[in-house]
């Protein structure tokens, strides 16, 4: 019913900079809150930011001021722009969504992109 699709991962240097996107499709009403989560090898997934409809955002402490969530509510599209990549930001990243179909409201999940920074 809903699809979510990242893309902009790969590889780069540390100091380097990324920009993530993910488009939602689907028989979608609405959506609320998106965010963006990652995984690293080994270890948990766990929550980097997340932005309301209205463009309010949260930051994982060890992001905070390098890396910028943003929305594009008439393209159902959440951005991840990452700045000065450390090698510990390696991981798969995924999108998150709140969706809202009509009858129903799901948590929606895109299948991530690979992040990778060398050091």
């Known amino acids: 019913q809903v699809q979510l699709v990242e893309s902009g991962g790969g590889l780069v240097q540390a100091g380097g900079s990324l920009r993530l996107s993910c488009v939602a499709s689907g028989n979608i009403v609405s959506i609320n809150a998106m965010a963006w989560y990652r995984q690293a090898p080994g270890k948990q997934r766990e929550w980097v930011a997340d932005?309301?409809?209205?463009?309010?955002?949260k930051y994982r402490y060890s992001v905070k001021g390098r890396f910028t969530i943003s929305r594009d509510n008439t393209k159902n599209t959440v951005y991840l722009q990452m700045n000065s990549l450390k090698p510990e930001d390696t991981a798969v990243y995924y999108c998150?969504?709140?969706?809202?179909?009509?009858?129903?409201?799901?948590?929606?999940w895109g299948q991530g992109t690979q992040v990778t920074v060398s050091s």
């Open positions: 998150n969504a709140n969706v809202d179909l009509g009858p129903a409201r799901i948590q929606s």
């Open positions: 932005i309301t409809t209205g463009g309010s955002t």
